[in-house]
């Protein structure tokens, strides 16, 4: 039984988002061959409204607040004041309009900072929002002292226990109390916007260079706040290395120190861009087959590919909690290097 | 190269909410729940260390009361086998001291009987020498009445002393 019902919701997502991406691409030919490579990149990135069906002038959108700091002040308003782009915001003697890559700009030439609520941010928020509905709920459960776990606290123990026990004390050892929460978060957060990200017409959050950014930012200035003595002599005098390799090797430490956060910010952005990418692109083969061979082509092309993004669906759902796994354990991996004594 | 560009508004936002929810989660979510995690964990343990005790008393008494019905039963055997021996011992003194008195009955007896036997002997013999007195009186009397068997009488009876 409730394996049918997972497998109906997972079907239901795949034909969900079939349709939603149907009827806004369907008219995007400029001859030839349907193109698309502009859809997807569209899909994953960031936008100032969260986009649900439609297309140009006729798209139907969630609007959301655009924050725009300059010297002269914040300007707050709705994105959907730029009317799909051919309107400008005049805000006092600041004009605002979109370039052509979706960026606000002040047509005075005014530097701006954009602190918009875009759509990342405002699923972020849905996301932490959840998140945090979740977590109380678990926490208040445990009111009722030394009973066994129920409903969603026995769902979501093992997993706080799991990330605790077998990533965050493994690595860290007997100093891992002070950055338990910080990784917990780290994993709980990634994978609830994993998870909402596979939600058809979703956000891309922890496919966004800039959130896996922020996270792998957080792990370097963790591992270089905390590094203790042991650890800067590894970078700065490698032991067991002789003299004469020092001037090659403390430069690779020292890069090393870089690329490790580096890694974490790529695989995570990577993974989750790469998941979604996918699933469009097997979804696009639908509307290639149409511009390449008529309505008969993309029926007969249909079947196989929501088969295939049923298939991919399955994957991305592991791959979720594999990369929250996966940058949680190497974080407390190098917190680890970093706060460990010397063997 | 819009995709590998980390958006200022998004960083900074990210920042804002992540920071936020660490604390939020610290203070709220993660320390609540680890600490009952924890505290159940070493209430089960206790309790499991408890149930060891309580079942390792309980072994060791069974052993000891296994030890005293041993011991028990040891000491009933060897009050049986004291008792048994006192009885043998008491009927073998009782047959001991039976026979003793049985012989020293019939000693006695013998005794008695020999004395009885010795008194009655010595009346007879008296009794005898005194019927052979008697008798000798009378045959003497008859006897002598004849100097002529007198004579031949002392001769005899000087004749039968010599010998």
Redesign the interface.
């Known amino acids: 039984m409730q394996k049918k019902v997972s497998l109906l919701i997972v079907l239901f997502f795949t034909i969900f988002s079939c349709f939603s991406f149907a009827g806004g691409e369907a008219t995007q030919e400029k001859g030839g061959v349907y193109n698309p490579v502009p859809t997807i990149m569209h899909h994953i990135a960031d936008a100032h409204e969260w986009h649900l069906w439609g297309e140009g002038d006729n798209s139907y959108s969630i609007p959301l607040p655009v924050i725009l700091y300059s010297e002269k002040g914040v300007d707050i308003f709705m994105a959907n004041d730029f009317n799909h782009g051919h309107s400008k915001v005049i805000k006092e003697d600041r004009v605002y309009s979109i370039d052509n890559h979706s960026h606000i700009i002040e047509e005075g030439g005014l530097e701006i900072i954009d602190l918009s609520i875009t759509k990342n941010v405002a699923s972020m928020l849905i996301s932490v929002f959840l998140l945090f509905l979740i977590m109380g709920t678990v926490s208040r459960s445990y009111s009722r002292k030394n009973v066994e776990p129920s409903g969603l606290q026995a769902f979501i123990e093992p997993l706080i226990l799991f990330v605790r026990d077998d990533i965050i004390k493994d690595n860290i050892g007997k100093k891992h109390e002070k950055f338990t929460p910080l990784l917990l978060t780290f994993f709980f957060f990634i994978l609830i916007n994993n998870l909402m990200g596979l939600l058809p017409g979703a956000a891309n959050v922890t496919g966004n260079i800039a959130v896996t950014f922020v996270l792998s930012l957080i792990t370097f200035l963790v591992t270089t706040l905390f590094g203790n003595k042991n650890y800067w002599g590894h970078i700065f005098k490698p032991p067991g290395v002789p003299m004469a390799l020092m001037p090659i090797m403390v430069p690779i430490e020292i890069i090393g120190m870089f690329t490790k956060p580096f890694a974490l910010m790529i695989r995570l952005f990577a993974n989750i861009s790469a998941g979604h990418i996918i699933i469009l692109s097997l979804i696009s083969l639908i509307f290639i087959a149409q511009s390449a061979m008529g309505t008969g082509g993309a029926w007969g092309v249909a079947p196989v590919s929501a088969l295939f993004v049923l298939f991919i669906y399955c994957i991305e759902v592991l791959v979720a909690f594999l990369q929250a796994y996966i940058f949680t354990l190497l974080s407390s991996v190098f917190i680890g290097l970093a706060v460990q004594d010397g063997h | 190269m819009?995709?590998?560009?980390?958006?200022?508004?998004?960083?900074?936002?990210?920042?804002v909410?992540?920071s936020l929810?660490?604390l939020?989660?610290?203070k709220?979510?993660?320390?609540?729940?680890?600490s009952?995690?924890d505290?159940?964990n070493q209430?089960i343990k206790d309790s499991l260390a408890q149930a060891e005790k309580a079942r390792s008393e309980m072994s060791e008494l069974t052993a000891n009361n296994e030890k005293i019905i041993a011991q028990a039963k040891v000491d009933r055997d060897l009050i049986l086998k004291e008792a048994r021996d006192m009885k043998n011992e008491i009927i073998s003194e009782a047959k001991d001291k039976a026979s003793n008195e049985a012989e020293k009955l019939v000693t006695t007896a013998k005794e008695q009987i020999l004395n009885e036997k010795m008194k009655a002997l010595t009346e007879l013999k008296n009794h005898v020498a005194d019927l052979s007195v008697e008798m000798a009186e009378k045959i003497l009397r008859s006897e002598l009445s004849d100097v002529a068997k007198q004579k031949e009488l002392v001769t005899k009876v000087l004749k039968e002393s010599k010998n």
């Open positions: 819009e995709l590998v560009t980390p958006a200022i508004g998004l960083i900074f936002w990210t920042t909410v992540f929810l660490v939020l989660l610290k709220f979510a993660w320390k609540p729940i680890l009952a995690v505290e159940r209430s």
